[in-house]
């Protein structure tokens, strides 16, 4: 599933061709997560602005004419296209502007495209409610995430999954954050120590900065808006690594799940 480093790979891939383009039409396909919430007609003439990430949200703001929140799901993708192909049997959103085409293609149709006349305004207010802060925040740090799991007795895996301390350590980021700061992912979330949600804080920021300079993932089929693969997941150090070596110390590689999630660990490296 296209994680938060995906998504910015997506936005960075296409804002700056799609900002100030004119809405010329809109074609909505099968259903998807949840209506969009606005009659298609009333959007044409909206002028484009800065496409934003929140999340693994972007915001498509159409000038006076409030904007689009778009989640890419479980299998997700949007292209910015300077042809318009007829659309195939996944194809479930078509924005036609006079610079191209924004067209999401979606198999699995968990990913949504939802109109509101603000980024405060609901529906979009409520999904954007309950989202931690971004990681490369500044007020996300060592202090933010102990204070935030305090008291929590679910592991630390899953407490960095639930993104409401901090946003964009999805499963295969937080295994690799997690390892790279030494953490047992089982460990209670609540015990982990002041110096170790110093490294964990540091961990959660440097992966997912290499996940972006890597472009994101390519797990299945992630291509940004040009159609171009990530490559994160060549480096990954623990990730589908089960019964691997451990690249630090040799130690093969343990595969448990948590909360129905695969967890890769090192059983030598990460302690409790
Ligand atoms: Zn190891």
């Not at 949504?112 to 007020?139: I, M, N, Q, S, Y």
């Not at 472009?215 to 691997?244: I, K, N, P, W």
Request: contains cysteine.
């Amino acid at each position: 599933m296209p994680e938060l480093p995906e998504v910015e790979v997506t936005r960075r891939s296409f804002a700056a061709a799609i900002h100030g383009a004119r809405v010329t039409g809109l074609r909505l396909g099968k259903p998807l997560r949840w209506p969009m919430g606005v009659d298609p007609e009333t959007l044409l003439g909206a002028r484009v602005g800065a496409v934003q990430r929140r999340g693994k949200y972007l915001w498509l703001p159409l000038a006076e004419a409030g904007g689009l929140l778009m989640h890419l799901g479980m299998s997700g993708s949007l292209a910015f296209l300077d042809t318009t192909p007829a659309p195939g049997a996944h194809d479930h959103f078509d924005l036609h502007t006079d610079r191209g085409l924004l067209r999401l293609t979606d198999p699995r149709r968990f990913g949504a495209v939802v109109w509101a006349a603000a980024l405060d305004a609901e529906p979009v207010a409520t999904l954007l409610g309950g989202l931690g802060l971004e990681p490369f925040d500044e007020r996300f740090d060592g202090a933010h995430l102990h204070a935030a799991l305090s008291g929590r007795r679910v592991s630390i895996k899953q407490a960095l999954l639930a993104g409401d301390i901090v946003v964009g350590a999805g499963n295969i980021y937080a295994c690799e954050a997690l390892f790279m700061a030494g953490v047992d992912p089982r460990l209670p979330a609540g015990k982990l120590s002041r110096p170790r949600a110093d490294k964990l804080a540091l961990a959660v920021r440097t992966v997912l900065g290499q996940a972006l300079e890597a472009g994101g993932t390519t797990l299945r089929d992630f291509r940004d808006a040009h159609g171009v693969a990530g490559s994160f997941q060549m480096q990954a150090q623990v990730y589908g690594r089960e019964g691997e070596p451990c690249r630090r110390c040799g130690t093969a590689i343990r595969r448990i799940v948590q909360g129905q999630r695969s967890t890769f660990f090192c059983p030598s490296c990460q302690k409790r």
